[in-house]
């Protein structure tokens, strides 16, 4: 299962996000739509973030584990905060298609 949490501010901004594990809609060694969704989702966010916008923020990952982790360093700019609604509102709707079983979508306060 694949576990999304993202990290807000008291005051409700986007600090940051992490995820974990693969989503194991199919057997292992087989291509996997959910998980392939997810990075797409995950990735292309903080790529247009980062390349679009110039927003700074501290990236970590592990492909092996279905491991990353992004720290935004600030507060993020207007349109990065939509692509940040974006993310999350395909995430929820993966999760609600493919099942809490796979994809599991949570918000911490930081």
């Not at 809609?25 to 973030?49: E, F, H, Q, W």
């Not at 390349?51 to 592990?62: F, Q, S």
């Amino acid at each position: 299962m694949t576990t999304i949490t993202i990290c807000k501010t008291a005051a409700g901004t986007y600090a940051g996000f992490h995820a974990f594990g693969h989503a194991e809609y199919v057997k292992r060694g087989k291509p996997d739509i959910l998980c392939s969704a997810i990075s797409a989702l995950v990735v292309n966010t903080i790529n247009c973030m980062e390349e679009l916008y110039g927003e700074k923020m501290k990236v970590a990952t592990n492909e092996e584990t279905g491991f990353i982790k992004c720290d935004f360093e600030g507060s993020l700019q207007k349109e990065s905060i939509v692509l940040m609604d974006s993310m999350v509102f395909g995430l929820e709707n993966l999760s609600k298609t493919y099942g809490k079983k796979f994809l599991q979508v949570k918000f911490e306060e930081v």
